[in-house]
Structures are given as C-alpha cells and as structure tokens.
Nanobody, 115 residues
C-alpha cells in the first residue's frame, strides 16, 4: 500500500505564492513519477506538473513559468512551488504517484486564490 499526505494549501491573494508538499509512505519503488493534479468545481481533474526520478519535468501550459515542481527521492516527497497565483488556479490540488502501472492519490488540499 502507498499513502500520500499533502500539506500547504490555503487562501492567498492574486499574485501571491504557496508551496505544497506531499510525502509518500509504504511500498515505494525507486522508479516512480510524482506530480500534482488539480480539479476545479465543475471541471475535470487536470495535470499541473510531473517530475521523474532524474528530475525531468512536465508542466501544463497554464502554469509554465509560475509553478515549479521538485522532489526529494530520499524522503519520497514531492513539492509544488506556486508563484504569481491567479484566481483561475483555485482548485483542489492532488498529489499523485505513478509506478508499476498504478496511480496513487492523496486526499487533496484546497488552494483558493482571491482577486
């Protein structure tokens, strides 16, 4: 079993910053893709950013240049630094770990950006 615990969400004004953290525990294989998805009310869950064990990254076009994903392999943790936040970034953010053909999800953390 894999357990993901997220932290760092909250309420921030437009232009502000937040940092999300996610710690994974359980049967973590060395090769895994870690990342963040988000889901706004009435919308489908979408990819925000992913990072491979070698540090290579993928970002949604809407967050490029504003968000930075990073990971600490020794701690099985992934982070999302979010700068220049916009009201349209408001969503529940979910930590994701993909490995051995399975996807694991955190419980989600709310990010609300006020205008």
């Amino acid at each position: 079993q894999v357990h993901l615990v997220e932290s760092g969400g909250g309420l921030v004004q437009a232009g502000g910053s937040l940092r999300l953290s996610c710690a994974a525990s359980g049967s973590i294989f060395r090769f895994n893709i870690m990342g963040w998805f988000r889901q706004a009310p009435g919308k489908q869950r979408e990819l925000v950013a992913r990072i491979l064990p070698d540090g290579s990254t993928v970002y949604a076009d809407s967050v490029k240049g504003r968000f930075t994903v990073s990971r600490d392999n020794a701690k099985n943790s992934v982070y999302l630094q979010m700068n220049s936040l916009k009201p349209e970034d408001t969503a529940v953010y979910y930590c994701n770990v993909a490995m051995v053909g399975n996807n694991y999800w955190g419980q989600g953390t709310q990010v609300t950006v006020s205008s």
